[in-house]
């Protein structure tokens, strides 16, 4: 129903920024929630942010809260999460994830690397 395509990560000093795309392409996107995770070496998936499916509604980690923000544009089917003050402790491979309705299944991008480093 939808295969979903991240973008933006690279190599980031502490302190830096970076903005993650994801776009989906598909026949769903504009009805479902979507959000963001990230998985670390040796250490289990977390969820960075989620956004209802009208953008009104976010939630974020306490992590990474006042620091990240998620966005979506649902012309474009274009999901965002912009970072700022990066920590080496945000480094990790970056996914996007789309919530199935209906008893549907979710959706996952194969994921975008960042690594903050100096």
């Known amino acids: 129903q939808v295969q979903l395509v991240e973008s933006g990560g690279g190599l980031v000093q502490p302190g830096g920024s970076l903005r993650l795309s994801c776009v989906a392409f598909?026949?769903?996107?504009?009805?479902?929630?979507l959000s963001w995770w990230r998985q670390a070496p040796g250490k289990e998936r977390e969820m960075v942010a989620s956004i209802s499916a009208s953008g009104g509604s976010t939630n974020y980690a306490d992590s990474v809260k006042g620091r990240f923000t998620i966005s979506r544009v649902n012309d474009a089917k274009t999901m965002y999460l912009q970072m700022n003050s990066l920590k080496p402790e945000d480094t990790a491979v970056y996914y996007c994830?789309?919530?199935?309705?209906?008893?549907?299944?979710?959706?996952w991008g194969k994921g975008t690397l960042v690594t903050v480093s100096s």
């Open positions: 598909g026949s769903i996107f504009s009805q479902n929630i």
């Open positions: 994830k789309l919530v199935g309705r209906f008893g549907g299944m979710d959706y």
